[in-house]
């Protein structure tokens, strides 16, 4: 027999059963918000934290903390960061994402182990001090981000605020009821978790092997053994004698040229931690990015690298294919003579020269840390022949590629795994289908 379900007056929702009640969050929860540091706070030992990284890992299972995602800071923040200690039953929510998919990541404390909340977080506090498990499958839901994801405001980075998130609303099915799809799905996710946390394991191994490849190009060559010398870069050490070392305002210069062109006549161009340089048409239905004008706006020629100030310690630089505008946010460099820009791509996009760029920048905080032009030109490179440049970057082009390869492939199977996961929690969270009574 089918359950007698109502309208919810609630354009996401839909009908839910008749039971079942709704609520604005800001009812159950109070909120918060996390420590205010950066890495350079973190610690081998300590009190566990989650920041805003680990709550976009693709490795957060969302509904529960795994140990993998833990973090440490200094016992000290235990006497003066108290107020973003979270306990069982709270969220952690993640107060800016990159793109539009990412707006409503969070995770759920599901255990009673001392932790903060970490950088860029608010604090959801359960007022009830419950078991808010449903709650954690409820905010999995795209249904439910919906309402969160039609509201960020932002270009390269969109902030949710905690205003944002208390004019959400949330479904309350009976207590019973809610005990046994907790259970039910519980019970269903962790096979699922297991292929996804193996998958994702692939993947970053074949993450770790590119750069691994890339790095080694870059620094050593590929001309097999032959002389090293000292350098002045720490994370290199040795490069070949023939190599020099030179700072980047020697190869590069920084393009000022400026668009005023109407929106509709230039071709828009973003810039991303993973995908580097693209087209803005090519992301609006995923990011969710959309320019309103582009006044003002720098010009981009093909080759010119593009370096975002605020993320480019997080790896956000990359060389342009295109020609267009980008963000006034973002610096742009020419390539000199005997300089090619594929090059520096890869060396730019290592995890070595993304320290670099921490090392000269500035700011109060993580997503806030600025590498401006005049430090960021200051940072020393190696500079091969323009010939061993356009070796490196012809060997690097088809191992990447194959590399990629196989990271598409795994990613195909993910986001398949993934789908099947958000369909069933729907289902259930919203009513539509009921758990049976043993």
């Known amino acids: ?75 000290s923040y235990l006497k003066t960061g108290n107020l973003s200690l979270v306990n069982q039953g709270d969220f952690i929510f993640a107060d800016t994402s990159e793109d539009v998919q990412g707006c409503g990541n969070f995770i759920y404390v599901d255990g009673q182990q001392t932790m903060f909340a970490g950088y860029h977080t608010i604090i959801l506090r359960s007022l009830a001090q419950k ?48 005990v046994r799809i907790v259970n039910y799905l519980e019970e269903h996710c962790v096979t699922v978790d297991n292929v ?58 920084l393009r000022k040229e400026r668009n005023f062109s109407p929106l509709e006549e230039v071709n828009l161009i973003s810039l991303y931690t993973d995908l580097g340089v693209v087209q803005h048409s090519e992301l609006e239905k995923t990011t969710g990015n959309k320019a309103s004008n582009a006044d003002g706006y720098k010009t981009v020629y093909r080759d010119d690298i593009v370096v975002n100030i605020i993320l480019c310690w997080m790896g956000a630089i990359g060389r342009s294919e295109y020609n267009g505008v980008t963000s006034p946010a973002y610096d742009v460099y020419i390539p000199r003579n005997e300089v090619l820009s594929k090059f520096y791509h890869y060396y730019f996009r290592t995890k070595g020269f993304s320290g670099d760029c921490y090392k000269r920048g500035k700011g109060i905080m993580a997503m806030r840390w600025r590498t401006y032009s005049d430090q960021f030109r200051d940072i020393r490179v190696v500079y091969p022949s323009l010939e061993e440049q356009r070796e490196i970057v012809n060997y690097l082009d088809q191992k990447c590629a194959a590399i990629d390869e196989l990271i598409a492939k795994k990613e195909q199977y993910l986001s398949e795994i993934e789908n099947y996961k958000k369909s069933l929690i729907y289902e259930y969270v919203t009513g539509k289908k009921k758990v049976p009574q043993e």
Request: proline residues 3%; charged residues 35%; aromatic residues 10%.
């Open 1 to 75: 027999m089918s359950r007698e379900m109502k309208d919810s007056g609630i354009e996401w929702i839909g009908e839910i059963p008749k039971d079942w009640e709704i609520r604005n969050i800001k009812y159950l929860f109070s909120f918060g918000k996390g420590l205010n540091i950066t890495k350079e706070n973190l610690k081998e030992q300590g009190v566990a934290v989650i920041s805003y990284g680990q709550i976009h890992s693709k490795l957060n299972p969302f509904y529960k903390i795994s140990d993998d995602l833990i973090r440490f800071v200094d016992e």
């Open 196 to 253: 996804l946390e193996k998958t994702c394991a692939n993947i970053e191994e074949y993450k770790k092997l590119k750069q691994a490849v890339i790095t080694q190009a870059v620094t050593k060559g590929i001309r097999g053994n032959r002389e090293l010398k000292d350098n002045g870069i720490e994370w290199i050490g040795e490069i070949p004698v023939e190599w020099e070392e030179r700072r980047i305002k020697t190869l590069f210069n």
């Open 131 to 178: 078991d808010n498990k449903f709650f954690a499958f409820l905010f999995m839901s795209d249904c439910w981000r919906k309402q969160i994801r039609e509201c960020v405001n932002g270009v390269k980075l969109f902030s949710i605020s905690q205003k944002l998130i208390k004019k959400t609303s949330i479904l309350i099915p009976p207590e019973d009821e809610k």
